[in-house]
T-cell receptor
Framework: GAGVSQSPRYKVAKRGQDVALRCDPISGHVSLFWYQQALGQGPEFLTYFQNEAQLDKSGLPSDRFFAERPEGSVSTLKIQRTQQEDSAVYLC????????????FGSGTRLTVV | DQQVKQNSPSLSVQEGRISILNCDYTNSMFDYFLWYKKYPAEGPTFLISISSIKDKNEDGRFTVFLNKSAKHLSLHIVPSQPGDSAVYFCAAIRMNFGNEKLTFGTGTRLTIIP
């Protein structure tokens, strides 16, 4: 596609519910990133994929967070047993090898846990 | 530990004047610095970047200056236009085997006054 597509745009979950957030990267982009942006803060790194390999998951805040990209294109970020502190915008981005030229973000999924 | 800091949460500038957004960092190992622009309900959009081995990069109305000794960078927008009103994020990358993980500041909301 022309850009990075994320779905759903908005998600309201009851505390304790599991959620799955989807990211469709730009076709052919090898690298895929997930970021979490809390209100009033900058985006914070969660995890990084190169094709289907998850090479860095150091930013995942707990073992309730899980990400996958089984065929090296679409990625899913799953949050189990959601808690109120998980409320944030979850941003996905994809890139080729950019050498510092930035990558393309999707519009994000706003998750609200009530 | 905030490695990238934007100490001004907001800035208002008259249309046609110069806008100067500032950013400080603590990690001397960063390889690239980037500026992203974000409109409400959209993902961040890459604006301009600079390698750590340079001190200036210019692209149209946008210029980024890097002062490595002071661990400080700034984005200059001249002349400022109403469409420049947005939140601007400073970000930094430490290259690590293709993982271009971004470390973001907390953002500065720029308002251009017509």
């Amino acid at each position: 596609g022309a850009g990075v597509s994320q779905s759903p745009r908005y998600k309201v979950a009851k505390r304790g519910q599991d959620v799955a957030l989807r990211c469709d990267p730009i076709s052919g982009h090898v690298s895929l990133f997930w970021y979490q942006q809390a209100l009033g803060q900058g985006p914070e790194f969660l995890t990084y994929f190169q094709n289907e390999a998850q090479l860095d998951k150091s930013g995942l805040p707990s073992d309730r967070f899980f990400a996958e990209r089984p065929e090296g294109s679409v990625s899913t970020l799953k949050i189990q047993r959601t808690q109120q502190e998980d409320s944030a915008v979850y941003l996905c981005a994809s890139s080729l090898a950019l050498q510092g030229r930035g990558y393309t973000f999707g519009s994000g999924t706003r998750l609200t846990v009530v | 530990d905030q490695q990238v800091k934007q100490n001004s949460p907001s800035l208002s500038v008259q249309e046609g004047r110069i806008s100067i957004l500032n950013c400080d960092y603590t990690n001397s190992m960063f390889d690239y610095f980037l500026w992203y622009k974000k409109y409400p309900a959209e993902g961040p959009t890459f604006l301009i970047s600079i390698s750590s081995i340079k001190d200036k990069n210019e692209d149209g109305r946008f210029t980024v200056f890097l002062n490595k000794s002071a661990k400080h960078l700034s984005l200059h927008i001249v002349p400022s236009q109403p469409g420049d009103s947005a939140v601007y994020f400073c970000a930094a990358i430490r290259m690590n085997f293709g993982n271009e993980k971004l470390t973001f500041g907390t953002g500065t909301r720029l308002t251009i006054i017509p």
